[in-house]
């Protein structure tokens, strides 16, 4: 398959890494460099904080009080425009990262149709939404572990973009189905009514029921924090809820018996790491995105603080181990968080840290937390803004939240300009996003983010492009071009069928499985696919079968 983006990794000179150093990465290089071991397993542990803005990882700093784990390993930035866009969405950016391929708004591990972004190669017309392997399907394919873990729904659009493919990221249907028979060893997050049929937003209409497949494929099934702790399986399918996690501080101050999210790193690794082949493990601080776009200060800073948390268990596991990559990334900005709004317009130089962080310090639980503690007539709504942090309100203040029809942006607001803190939108931003990197063949100075893709799967050595075609073959014209009649069989509008015929042979393929039913002079048998069959509402592609 040709390439259609080749772009280099850009060369951090000294004069940059000067600069770097100076702004305030106090570890920058500050202890040995992890050297490759020879003749052992490599690995790489991706990780990315969604929507998180470098304004977010420095006030969460000075919220913490000390330096962050990431920040001794911080080496460059990262470019993250869409192949149509400045601002991108997850989809095209987790695309990106897994892929080494740019792609369209919503877009999961599909080439785009639509490019108009200076800099991005035109991808041809025939070859539009096109499956694209992705990095963990490459790993997977030379034997080693594999896992992905989101504090989301694990059929979120970052989650998606490593281990799926579909036309929208909003087609949990599909997504939840490709990941379950991936054959992925480590799933953990949440996203459990997308596995079953029921009457939920994302429960699933074609009456499978897919924790049922899972555990006939030996799975063990968990779904609290204890379960997964004691659970001694090398094939974990963890759904801690039914859509989406709880914030950190939330889970904290609850005492949720959801597992947190370095404790599921931390798992993830211990299980994949006795693979002697190695491993390839996908990790997602999800929320810091949707606190960002509700402009929920407490919300980003709960969450970066836990993926930081992971970022750390990822570090001691690659440190003793001298073969394991690092990588993390935001795979975009958010909401243009700053420490100072209008309010410090001509008195920035005379604040101290203290009046922008001791107002956030009151807030024991995020917006979305405190709210769910709030009674239907609202009775408790001054305990209620406690907990987020909005002491010492007057009647006034009081009884206009109580009639507030934007309840949680007025509070959002509220706790912002108490603290000083800026946003300049509800939604994602443009600007490069810090490059944090570990281990041996790690990238560094400013890079694209396809180059992520293509810098982990040369480390592991994987060739992204020969994955492609060996897993996403046409199946219509590889059929046809053997004397075959193909048609797609939708009686099941759910669970179209593609199916070849020839003479005596009938061969099957149902979308998003890895599998292929065969029937051949009236004997029938399954034949087991190394990846997923992949319908883009046009073209089923396919692992060519021997």
């Not at 990197?437 to 293509?454: Q, R």
Request: aromatic share 8%; charged share 25%; hydrophobic share 35%.
């Amino acid at each position: 398959m040709r390439r259609i983006l080749s772009k280099k990794l850009a060369i951090i000179s000294m004069a940059t890494a000067v600069t770097i150093s100076t702004l305030g990465f106090t570890g920058y290089n500050s202890f040995p460099e992890a050297k490759g071991k020879k003749n052992e397993p490599t690995n790489v542990i991706m990780m990315v904080m969604d929507g998180t803005s470098a304004g977010a990882t420095t006030l969460a700093r000075w919220y913490k009080g000390e330096d962050l784990a990431m920040d001794e390993i911080v080496v460059g930035g990262v470019r993250t425009h869409s192949a149509e866009a400045a601002i991108t969405d997850s989809a095209p950016a987790a695309t990106a990262l897994a892929t080494g391929y740019k792609s369209n708004d919503k877009v999961i591990g599909l080439l785009p149709e639509v490019v108009n972004t200076p800099g991005v190669d035109a991808v041809d017309p025939e070859d539009a939404y096109k499956p694209v392997a992705n990095v963990l399907e490459g790993a997977k394919l030379l034997g080693k572990s594999t896992g992905i873990i989101s504090t989301s729904e694990i059929q979120h659009a970052t989650p998606a973009g490593f281990s799926s493919h579909a036309t929208h990221r909003s087609n949990y249907q599909d997504i939840a189905e490709q990941q379950v028979y991936q054959e992925i060893d480590v799933v953990l997050g949440g996203g459990k009514e997308a596995l079953q049929p029921g009457t939920t937003r994302n429960a699933r209409v074609d009456g499978v029921d897919l924790i049922e497949v899972l555990e006939n494929k030996g799975y063990d099934f968990v779904e609290s924090r204890d379960e997964l702790l004691n659970t001694n399986s090398n094939k974990i399918w963890g759904s801690f809820a039914p859509s989406a996690l709880a914030y950190d501080f939330d889970r904290q101050a609850t005492n949720n018996n959801e597992p947190s999210l370095a404790e599921m790193t931390k798992k993830a690794i211990d299980t994949l790491s006795q693979n002697e082949k190695g491993f390839f493990l996908f990790v997602e601080g999800s929320k810091v995105d949707w606190a960002a776009h509700a402009n929920d200060t407490i919300g980003i800073l709960s969450d970066v603080l836990a993926f930081d948390d992971a970022v750390k268990e990822a570090l001691d596991f690659a440190k003793k181990d001298g073969n394991t990559m690092v990588i993390a990334v935001s795979d975009h900005g958010n909401s243009g968080i700053t420490m100072g709004n209008v309010n410090t317009n001509s008195n920035y130089p005379e604040i101290p840290v203290s009046a922008y962080i001791d107002p956030l310090k009151k807030a024991t639980m995020t917006i979305e937390g405190a709210l769910r503690q709030l009674k239907s007539d609202r009775s408790n709504m001054k305990e209620v803004a406690v907990l987020y942090g909005l002491d010492n309100l007057t009647a006034t203040e009081i009884e206009n939240l109580k009639s507030s029809k934007t309840l949680q942006a007025d509070m959002t607001k509220m706790l912002a300009n108490r603290a000083n803190i800026g946003f300049s939108t509800g939604g994602h931003t443009g600007e490069d996003v810090f490059l944090y990197a570990y281990g041996p063949s790690k990238p560094f100075g400013l890079v694209d983010n396809t180059d992520i893709a293509k810098t982990m799967a040369k480390f592991l050595g994987i060739n992204l492009d020969k994955t492609t075609d060996k897993l996403f073959v046409n199946a219509r014209e590889s059929f046809e071009n053997k004397g075959y009649t193909t048609r797609i069989d939708v009686t099941d509008a759910n669970n179209p069928v593609f199916i070849a015929e020839k003479q005596k042979i009938k061969i099957e393929l149902p979308v998003n499985k890895n599998i292929a039913y065969v029937t051949q002079n009236n004997k029938s048998y399954v034949k087991t696919l190394d990846g997923v069959t992949v319908y883009n509402s046009k073209d089923f592609s396919y692992q060519k079968l021997r």
